[in-house]
């Protein structure tokens, strides 16, 4: 059963691709695209090469044969076209090395790849069975993919070949064992990267939230201390030093020592983060929501300060957003559920 298959019945009464200016706490957005009727979407994951060339995937609700979807714009997102090439699986992530080389992640292992620019897309086999949650690479042959039951993929050749370096096996049932669910995962050169997520252990009752960190090319992993229970979904890391995770309950935690040590931010809501993305060291962005809301937070001290930025838009805020893109401090994309999307530009 796909997961993000519940379309929120309120949504179905609008069908439009909308272009228009809604006013924010602290910056605007322009509403670029809403649901449209004859092609249900979700988008999770979002993906810009200039502010006028940029990518989305997620799930068209009604395509049963290829429910999985890669949208391409070339306006900046206000229209978007699909990939020409069937993908019969939910796609969850997105990323583009440059403006040729891109990877896209799903369900039950799935990778796609292109090399022209997203003219065409071609399946990788990833060697998993289980769900893809994020991807990363730090060039075109290097890079990472992560997911469910601690599942980490490595490729030097551009994803000619994929090697497991752990997990990779889809649970039979949930037991006693330990769980751990990888949700995102950034790399800022070939030896040094970071995962996030979550652990679970049954045997407690408890759960962590989880960051672990590679200095040898994900050939291991050491556990940095978040002191937290909630589920962190979503990692931005500026330079080797300074990052940022986030996570369910509004968590935002922020490190200046490459992840020796996380502080806890206010970041001044409580709706589950599923994204965030910084343009520098002081500006950035995260976003989210749940059933009914949906939530963008934006700061320009590091996160000292976080404002909560409400789209004033009868659907799109109460939908959740799903991905958030920052190609500078100046263009700025929010995409989610009910194939929202939104920019920000000055």
Known sequence: MLKKRVVLLGAILLAAVLVTTVPQAD???NVLQQMDMEDVRDYN?????????????GI??????????IGHTRDGGKTWQ?????????????????????????????????????KRWDIQTSKVGNWLKGVHFVSPKVGYAVGMNDTIVQTTNGGKQWSVLRGGEVAAAVGDEETVVLNAVQFIDESTGWVTGVRISPETGGQDGLVQKTTDGGKTWVDQP????????DICFVDANNGWAVGENGIVLRTTN???????????????????????????????????????????????????????????SKVPANGIFVLDANNVWVTGNNGFVVSSSK
Request: proline share 3%; no cysteine; glycine share 16%.
């Open 258 to 316: 490459g992840g020796d040590s996380w502080e806890l931010q206010t970041s001044g809501t409580e709706e589950k983060l599923l994204s965030v993305s910084f343009a520098d060291g002081a500006v950035g962005w995260a976003a989210g929501g749940g059933l009914g809301v949906s939530i963008i937070i934006h700061t320009t001290d590091g996160g000292a300060t976080w404002v909560t930025q409400t789209i004033d838009d009868p659907i799109i």
């Open 60 to 69: 068209s609700a009604l395509d049963m044969d290829s429910p999985g979807y």
């Open 226 to 233: 978040t002191n937290i229970p909630d589920i962190l979904e």
């Open 27 to 29: 910056g605007q957005w």
């Open 82 to 118: 699909k990939a020409e090439e069937p993908i019969n699986q939910m796609l969850n992530d997105i990323y583009f090395f440059d403006k040729k080389n891109g990877w896209a992640v799903g369900q039950e292992g799935m990778i796609v790849a292109t090399t022209n620019g997203g």
């Open 45 to 57: 994951g979002v993906a810009f090469i200039s502010r006028d060339e940029g990518w989305v995937v």
